[in-house]
């Protein structure tokens, strides 16, 4: 089965907490793609970032970054030094390699009170 | 800048009027989806297209159908609208299929059938 599972349905945090956003995904398949979207409330998902199976380098942007471990097929994203404007709905989502299709997680919603 | 353009933000129709609404991207992409999402479901898939008049079923497809008459644009279709059918609906397109890339998404269409 082909599965995203993001647990944590809401987190509010004080502005310049760090949060990080878990998610745990399924598949058989060994090439594939990971996402991370921000859903502000205007409402278009917003393309974070991009990791595909090969590639388990963590990497950073800014306050963001990213924990990409197979071993606990995990790719669990960090905000840090976080701000008001980060209040938004988060999606982790994946990309069989087979297929053009994102399968998304639940989404986790952020609040980030100042 | 890429666009994915949705004709509504807001709609309100009523139960079994036929509900038609409409994407159109300006970025030449081949793969066009149709997304539904709910509070605690995340986004799925109700349909999507790898090119003209292509189209095929995604995980949710019943009381949906889509057209794909042109390349830029894909619509979708609710033949006799319920009031299960209240959501927020998303389109996406992307530029190939079994690539990398993730979507660009439009703004939503939020659908409420009274």
């Known amino acids: 089965a082909q599965k995203v599972t993001q647990a944590q349905t809401e987190i509010s945090v004080v502005e310049k907490e760090d949060v990080t956003l878990d998610c745990v995904y399924e598949?058989?398949?060994?090439?594939?793609?990971l996402f991370w979207y921000k859903q502000p409330p205007s409402g278009e998902l917003v393309f974070l970032i991009r990791?595909?199976?090969?590639?388990?380098q963590n990497e950073i942007s800014g306050r963001y970054s990213w924990n990409f471990q197979k071993s606990t097929s995990s790719f669990n994203f960090t905000i840090t030094a976080s701000q008001v404007v980060d209040s938004a709905v988060y999606f982790c989502a994946l990309r069989p390699g087979n297929t053009g299709k994102l399968i998304f997680g639940q989404g986790t919603t952020l609040q980030v009170k100042p | 800048d890429v666009k994915v353009t949705q004709s509504s933000r807001y709609l309100v129709k009523r139960t079994g009027e036929k509900v038609f609404l409409e994407c159109v991207q300006d970025?030449?992409?081949?793969?066009m989806f149709w997304y539904r999402q709910d509070p605690g479901l995340g986004l799925r898939l109700i349909y999507f297209?790898?090119?003209?008049?292509?189209?095929e079923k995604g995980d949710i497809p019943e009381g949906y159908s889509v057209s794909r008459e042109k390349k830029e644009r894909f619509s979708l279709i609710l033949e006799s609208a319920s009031t299960n059918q209240t959501s927020m609906y998303l389109c996406?397109?992307?530029?190939?299929?079994?690539?990398?890339?993730?979507?660009?998404f439009g703004s939503g269409t939020r659908l409420t059938v009274v």
């Open positions: 297209s790898y090119d003209v008049k292509m189209k």
């Open positions: 970025m030449d992409h081949e793969n």
């Open positions: 598949t058989r398949d060994t090439t594939y793609y």
């Open positions: 990791r595909n199976s090969f590639d388990e």
């Open positions: 996406a397109s992307s530029l190939q299929y079994r690539t990398n890339y993730g979507y660009t």
